[in-house]
């Protein structure tokens, strides 16, 4: 299956969307690592940047990402402000909508993955990847940077580096992750503006 322009975006979407539900964080006792993994927030709100490339095809745009428990809302953006996507989960399920207003339903961000893309992504891991720590219950390589923080880490066949560290109340925040799946996929994320509730 072909991703054009709107495909990428919805790969994107898709991507970002990551779990609905974030339960009290365990960390994976086989791990070997110095990094220690903490709780992630229940509730966040960013807005940012996020750029993605599959092969030859690539789309970058803006961002806003809302999460209270598991309830979450995000909307994607041309970088002229242009809606293009948003998404929209809670425990019943995920829904997609689409800049025509289509909407496609799922029970889950994997399962809408594959029926509206044909891709296999790393939804489940990047809820928590954009706060900084691992998926829980699987394993991991974990590399600290000089503070503790999560500088490289290595899960899901994915690498992904954290940079551009921010204190948001008591926790500090990543502003910045690139994530790798070998050549052929990669997505960058910036976050402009972090929010606690």
């Not at 961000?109 to 992504?121: C, I, K, S, V």
Request: with cysteine; glycine share 12%; net charge negative.
């Amino acid at each position: 299956m072909g991703l054009g322009g709107r495909g990428l975006a919805a790969a994107l979407v898709l991507l970002l969307e990551g779990c609905a539900a974030l339960p009290g964080f365990t960390p994976d006792t086989g791990a070997r690592t110095t990094f220690v993994p903490t709780p992630p927030p229940a509730a966040f709100h960013l807005e940012g940047r996020v750029a993605v490339r599959h092969g030859e095809e690539s789309f970058s745009g803006g961002l806003a990402w809302k999460r209270m428990g598991r309830f979450e809302e995000l909307l994607l953006n041309t970088p002229l402000g242009q809606g293009v996507a948003e998404i929209r989960s809670d425990p019943d399920g995920v829904a997609l909508t689409d800049a025509k207003g289509q909407t496609l339903r799922a029970a889950d961000p994997d399962t809408l993955a594959r029926q509206a893309l044909g891709l296999e992504l790393p939804l489940r891991g990047l809820g928590w990847w954009v706060v900084g720590q691992p998926r829980p219950d699987t394993p991991y390589r974990a590399e600290p940077d000089a503070d503790g923080r999560l500088a490289v880490l290595e899960q899901d066949d994915w690498r992904i580096e954290f940079s551009r560290y921010a204190p948001q109340g008591e926790r500090p925040l990543p502003g910045k992750l690139l994530a790798r799946r070998g050549d052929a996929l990669e997505v960058r994320l910036v976050v402009d503006r972090w929010e606690l509730p």
